[in-house]
């Protein structure tokens, strides 16, 4: 394993305890690796806006939201990758054909969450929207069913391989993005801002959204919590979401310690000084 600089975390499930609640000790902990020169990053399928409210005092690096359609370092926008207007349009009309007049439909893009069912709007910041008139562009869409071939037909109006479509674990959804908008592919941009190879960044999930990244980087770590796909997917397996794994892991690589994002070659050396002689007498190094 290369030397890591950069930790990338899911939210749900993964940074997350299952009340969507931060601990201290992963927030405490995560402050601790930035200080030392760990750059830290959130992975998550959920929007910018619902992502970063939720965040509690942790002030990422680097942000990778809407399933890897958006990325922003530093707080500047580095990639955005999403379906057009008029591609938005289209998938919508052809849910409501493909499913009836009752599909069920959420889509996010830079400016919101929206969604066509009351009962699943979920927090405060989605807006109701029936769809019937929607003309904006959209980073990923999700639709109210397990069936992949559903799916599939409603996303042949842009082509199903220009998709990239994958299920949630613990609710009955399917989502869509563009195929470049994945968090593999965020990965891949901001490695290419950055100028580093994918090599040096660690990764934690628990779902299939996180598969390709956990692929991708040096390090790929499934939460104990996380599916079996996830799980054999992944480098190593780390302390549940309710147990604080992320932050556990990075304290036990000691990630969170001075110097261990140095990438130079480094040197323990033990020194004893004699108050009497006024010198060294004695060194050692390791």
Known sequence: MENISIILSDLDGTLFRDDKSISEFTKLTVASAQKKGILFGISTSRALTNASEFLGGIEPDILITNGGGLVHY???KIYDSGFSNEETRA????????????????????????????????????TFNDFSDFSE?????????????????????????NVDLLPFSDIPWFKITKIDATKEKGIEALCAHLKISPKKIASFGDDFTDIGMLKLCGRGIAMKNAIPEVKLAADEIC?????????KWIEETGYAKPY???????????????????????????
């Open 137 to 161: 562009s959209a980073m990923k869409m999700c639709f109210k069913t397990r069936d992949k071939s559903v799916v599939e037909k409603i996303a042949s109006c842009v082509g199903v391989e």
């Open 260 to 286: 261990t994002s140095d990438s130079r070659k480094l040197f323990k050396i033990g020194v004893n000084f004699s108050t009497e002689e006024r010198n060294i007498v004695e060194w050692e190094v390791e």
């Open 74 to 76: 530093k707080g500047k």
């Open 91 to 126: 998938l919508i009309k052809n849910a409501f054909a493909v499913m009836g007049k009752d599909a069920v439909i959420s889509l996010d893009n830079e400016k919101g969450l929206y969604s066509n069912s009351r009962e699943e709007l979920g927090d405060k910041f989605w």
């Open 239 to 247: 302390l549940s979401n309710q147990e604080d794994g992320v932050a």
